[in-house]
């Protein structure tokens, strides 16, 4: 509980975009979210990253990208 006050994690939504391909589970359209995430410390910034996630539109299943 303690270190619940102490860091903190906040998340937003910098965009949304159709991707290129459709969904394997249904065959809907997939896009791509742009989610920024900071951790914090007492209110101080730690660390800060930029995610891109992949979900269907019609199933919202989250899609997972392999290379």
Do not use: N
Request: proline share 4%; aromatic share 14%; glycine share 6%.
């Amino acid at each position: 509980m303690c270190l619940e006050l102490v860091y903190h994690e906040e998340k937003r939504e910098l965009g949304r975009q159709q991707a290129p391909g459709v969904c394997p589970y249904c065959g809907g359209k997939v896009s791509a979210v742009d989610i920024e995430t900071k951790w914090l410390f007492c209110f101080l910034p730690l660390c800060f990253k930029v995610k891109r996630k992949y979900s269907c539109s019609s199933c919202d299943r989250r899609l997972v990208l392999y290379y």
